[in-house]
């Protein structure tokens, strides 16, 4: 029986994946950082210190992660905001969720301050009983600890809890945290791609491709 929903963020509640691959080109220009996009492109999901240390692991040695990851993400943040909005159908799931006695919390590999900037302008946060980011767990994706933390704060076990992943490092996150169901949005990755995925419920392009009945049975 499903009692709860783990949301992921980026690519999942928002479709911003363009805004942080712009971000990422405008920081590793100014580090003069060369060839990133393919590495970035294997490391979707994960958290800043891993993406980090992929992509300019010279650097980090230099400056430190912490900070090349705030600054990183102070560009993001600062080029999406005009633009930002939630995908489509988002606020109406949210709603059903809630009228379904469905509690929801985010499981977000990004840091606090990205999560708080995504809910607040999109107008959901009232729909979220808990927020775990990345900075508050010791491993990010693939490791399932960030969804094990947010099913524990809801006060249920992973095999009671949906969860909504876009990225292969959330959907192994999801797997391995036991989740009793995984829908996959075809945000990031194509449709083709998502299906040699094993092990999720379905598919489905945004939110309005949703069928809640069917979810919660």
Known sequence: ???AALFDMDGTLVANTPYHIRAFALFCQRYGVEGWEEKLASVFGMGNDDIMRVIMPEVVREKGVDALAEEKE????????PDIRPVEGLARALAALHGAGIRCAVGSSGCKAN?????????VARW??????GDMVRRCKPDPEIYLKAAAALGVAPAECVVFEDAKA?????????AGRIVALATTLGREELEREEGLFAIIDDFDGLDLETLLQ
């Not at 999560?115 to 107008?123: A, E, G, I, S, T």
Request: hydrophobic share 50%.
């Open 115 to 123: 999560v708080d900037f995504v809910l607040d302008r999109c107008d």
């Open 170 to 178: 959330g959907i192994e996150a999801a797997r391995l945290a036991g």
């Open 1 to 3: 029986m499903i009692r």
């Open 74 to 81: 102070a560009i993001y943040r600062e080029i999406y905001a």
């Open 128 to 133: 979220f009983d808990a927020r775990i980011s």
